[in-house]
């Protein structure tokens, strides 16, 4: 589910290259009208608007890489939520395991909006022709929750924190936001067990960099510029993770050249070393009906976490690289099961 970010240096010299400041504002794009269509599609929820506008914000979920390997389609009392093939990451998720959590997490918003427009429902693995979600709704009170109204807010900050403590109140409510049967929510607030974390992201990391093909798999997702971002409607936009922006062309010739090992290791060690804590969720059974369900824990975690001012980033390497899987289980006290997500949160400042 990991939305990875770039140090990207020496812009000065790129554009004292570029062919003059026309056109690279032309190349780079407009951050105002990035700006204006973010606001658009992050705007409350409008409850009398239907379906369109549930999956509006089912779209604002957390998604490996932000494909949005989603399609959706809406019966009499019903909506499919169904994966889209060729929105696959087969190097870093090459049993679709992040594909079906992140359709897990988009449910999990559908039901938060279908619930506050009157419409409330649940949502069911369904195995026919490869799998799908459904959510079958039907009318009822409307009811609208702090964890809807953080949908708009959530994101995904690949920031250094603070470092402050979360308070054990705060916490609870986070873990009772997450608590859907079959999966099961560990936090790891000590620092040994944090750093130990942190270990396990470094190895995973430089096992997934060391990998040509993964290195342009997240290439392929990288999108440098709002013109980029804006044309393209998915991929992960530099100036989300606090990085440049620059025109597509120069970002991709210079991601060559500062996307390394160390750079990279050194700024999740960063990353995990100011965090307050780490949540690692864990499905009772490795099967897709299971991912999606572990999906949806973690989207209503991050939604909690939003709504109580914590900001939430994945670091899901150690569940990415199998061989570190069984020592992330056995530090989650859960030898036995397969990591499916692993987010630490902390407090920070927001980014675009």
């Known amino acids: 589910m990991q939305r990875r970010t770039l140090l990207l240096a020496g812009t000065g010299a790129v554009v004292a290259a570029a062919s003059g400041w ?5 190349a780079l794009g407009s ?34 890489h932000n494909t949005q390997p989603w399609r959706f389609r809406a019966d009499a009392g019903a909506v499919w939520l169904l994966p889209d093939p060729s929105r696959r990451t087969p190097v870093v998720d ?20 279908a619930a506050a427009s009157g419409r409330r429902g649940t949502t069911s693995f369904v195995p ?33 924190y603070d470092g402050r403590a979360a308070p054990s109140g705060d916490l609870a409510q986070m873990l009772a936001a997450a608590s859907i049967p079959g999966v099961a929510t560990v936090l790891l607030t000590d620092r040994p067990a944090i ?31 709002p013109r980029a971002a804006l044309a393209r409607g998915d991929g992960l936009f530099s100036a989300c993770s606090g990085n440049p922006t620059l025109p597509d062309a120069i ?27 780490v949540a690692v969720f864990l499905a009772e059974r490795d099967d897709p009906a299971h991912w999606a369900l572990a999906g949806a824990a973690c989207q209503r975690f991050c939604l909690m976490a939003c709504a109580a001012g914590l900001r939430t980033a994945f670091v899901n390497q150690p569940a990415e690289v199998p061989s570190l899987r069984g020592e992330l289980a056995a530090l989650a006290g859960l030898p036995a099961r397969r990591p499916d997500i692993v987010l630490r ?8």
Not at 94 to 113: I, M, T
Request: proline share 4%; net charge negative.
């Open 22 to 26: 026309t056109a690279w504002r032309v």
């Open 345 to 352: 949160f902390g407090y920070g400042s927001a980014l675009p």
């Open 251 to 277: 970002g991709r010739r210079l991601f060559e050249r500062v996307f390394t090992i160390d750079a990279e290791n050194d700024r999740y060690a960063r990353q995990l070393d100011s965090s307050s804590g």
């Open 195 to 225: 750093d130990r974390v942190r270990d396990l992201v470094i190895a995973g990391n430089t096992a997934q960099m060391g990998d040509p093909g993964f290195v342009a798999e997240l290439r392929d997702w990288l999108r440098f510029s």
């Open 128 to 160: 026919d022709d490869g799998g799908a979600l459904r959510f079958d709704h039907a009318s009822g009170p409307a009811e609208a929750s702090s964890l809807l109204a953080a949908v708009p807010q959530r994101q995904s900050t690949r920031s250094v």
């Open 31 to 64: 951050s105002t009208d990035y700006a204006h269509a973010m606001a658009m599609l992050r705007r409350p929820l409008d409850p009398s608007a239907g379906v369109a506008e549930w999956l509006r914000f089912a779209t604002l979920a957390a998604n490996g």
């Open 94 to 113: 090459p049993d679709d395991h992040h594909l079906w959590a992140s359709l897990g997490c988009a449910a999990a918003n559908l039901e938060l909006a």
